[in-house]
T-cell receptor
Framework: DVKVTQSSRYLVKRTGEKVFLECVQD?????MFWYRQDPGLGLRLIYF???????EKGDIPEGYSVSREKKERFSLILESASTNQTSMYLC?????????????FGDGTRLSIL | QKEVEQNSGPLSVPEGAIASLNCTYS??????FFWYRQYSGKSPELIMS????GDKEDGRFTAQLNKASQYVSLLIRDSQPSDSATYLC???????????FGKGTTLSVSS
């Protein structure tokens, strides 16, 4: 089974802090994704990566950056956390090549910015 | 703007009934379609994939795809209270890497 592991289930940070969310997958997937999910807004893509050191902006990249130094690890960085970044953050991965492959999600990180 | 539309619900069905969930998409070139189930407070879990027109069955679940009409549906037979969840429809985007998700339909199965 695919295993996508997010480093924290719950996280509380203060405004202005630099926040790191980590995601690791164990299935040698090329593609990795970061979403946030808010009530009534659904899943919104922040960034994705299709290869090591490669990244693409999603629909809402403002205020975020990402890092992919190794194939199995994809990090989301909130450069200066703000209260409107309080949300559920979901990491996903999929095989590369085509989008015929489904995405598999981690358990999510519920982030609160105070 | 590529879109995936779902009725937000809630869709309420009695235990043992058939639940029918529908999804329409705007991008004609989409080729891959997925249904995810998401329990409250949990992450989405893949339950069905479908790539060709017609029906695909897996246990109590049947996915139906009609590319000409640009809709995909999910039927749940013999619905159980444990099926109560939000169901997300996802479609590949034109570039082929990411998925476009609908906002989900909430299903409530009463015993």
């Amino acid at each position: 089974d695919v295993k996508v592991t997010q480093s924290s289930r719950y996280l509380v940070k203060r405004t202005g802090e630099k926040v790191f969310l980590e995601c690791v997958q164990d299935m040698d997937h090329e593609n990795m994704f970061w979403y946030r999910q808010d009530p009534g807004l659904g899943l919104r893509l922040i960034y994705f990566s299709y290869d090591v050191k490669m990244k693409e902006k999603g629909d809402i990249p403002e205020g975020y950056s990402v890092s992919r130094e190794k194939k199995e690890r994809f990090s989301l960085i909130l450069e200066s956390a703000s209260t409107n970044q309080t949300s559920m953050y979901l990491c996903a991965s999929s095989l590369g090549g085509t989008s015929n492959q489904p995405q598999h999600f981690g358990d999510g990180t519920r982030l609160s910015i105070l | 703007q590529k879109e995936v539309e779902q009725n937000s619900g809630p869709l309420s069905v009695p235990e043992g009934a058939i639940a029918s969930l529908n999804c329409t998409y705007s991008d004609r070139v989409s080729q891959s379609f997925f249904w995810y189930r998401q329990y409250s407070g949990k992450s989405p879990e893949l339950i069905m994939s479908i790539y060709s027109n017609g029906d695909k069955e897996d246990g109590r679940f049947t996915a139906q795809l009609n590319k000409a009409s640009q809709y995909v549906s999910l039927l749940i037979r013999d619905s159980q209270p444990s099926d109560s969840a939000t169901y997300l429809c996802a479609v590949n985007d034109q570039a082929g890497t990411a998925l476009i998700f609908g906002k989900g339909t909430t299903l409530s199965v009463s015993s």
